[in-house]
């Protein structure tokens, strides 16, 4: 089954509008952890935001701010402001406390185009 | 800058070559990991490493070998190429610690004739 679930295959926004990209998750595990990475073309990964399950409030980093819905099991990326060096590939990525040392698992990743 | 380094950036080699791709990390981080990533598709985990002399498979089936005999140098190692192997291949490392993120090196875009 599935662990991460990113339903969108492709998105499209304007600059300097705001863009939500969308992450499911399935664990029974009460402890883990959700990142947002960033792949440009170039093919790096660049780590963008994180959200352990136990914390209070919504994480945020600059224009990042990740939407954690914990009962819906959704971990949301919203980016403000968008710019058009934000046209890349998008993953969310779990890691659950049971598999400690197994690494991350990795969704399908969405593509964001940003035009101008 | 990169704190994670990945050599070569690029490869071309023919069927039954045996390659290593090399990887090295200068940030003391314990644990070190292998994804294999095709093109505009998901991260998949091949190999990763709690520290040294310590190697684990992952969810990926692969023909693949790794060591960890300094804690900063994690070698995969392909002992006959196939085609099938054509792929980008991503190496990271991270702290043992709850939230640490993962560190990617830039890749290898292994191409194999």
Redesign the interface.
């Known amino acids: 089954a599935q662990k991460i679930t990113q339903t969108q295959p492709g998105m499209f926004v304007q600059e300097k509008e705001a863009v939500t990209l969308d992450c499911t998750y399935d664990t029974s595990d009460p402890?883990y952890?959700l990142?947002w990475?960033k792949q440009p073309s170039?093919?790096?990964?660049?780590?963008l935001i994180?959200q352990?399950s136990y914390d209070q409030q919504n994480a945020t980093e600059g224009r990042y701010s990740l939407n954690f819905q914990k009962a819906r099991k959704s971990a949301n990326l919203v980016i403000s402001a968008s710019q058009l060096g934000d046209s890349a590939?998008y993953?969310c990525a779990m890691?659950e406390?049971n598999q400690?040392?197994?690494?991350?698992?990795?969704?399908?990743?969405t593509?964001l185009s940003v035009s101008s | 800058e990169a704190d994670i380094y990945q050599t070569p950036r690029y490869l071309v080699i023919g069927t039954g070559k045996k390659i290593t791709l090399e990887c090295s990390q200068t940030m003391g981080h314990d644990k070190m990991y292998w994804y294999q990533q095709d093109p505009g598709m998901e991260l998949h985990l091949i190999h990763y490493s709690y520290g040294v002399n310590s190697t684990e498979k992952g969810d990926l089936s692969s023909e693949s070998t790794v060591s960890r005999i300094r804690t900063e140098h994690f070698p995969l190692t392909l002992e006959s190429a196939r085609p099938s192997h054509t792929s980008q291949y991503l190496c990271a490392s991270s702290l043992n610690r709850e939230g640490s993120p993962l560190h990617f090196g830039n890749g290898t875009r292994l191409t194999v004739t």
Do not use: N, Q
């Open positions: 402890s952890g990142f990475y170039s093919g790096e990964m660049i780590f994180y352990g590939m993953f890691r406390r400690a040392g197994t690494a991350l698992i990795f969704g399908k990743g593509t």
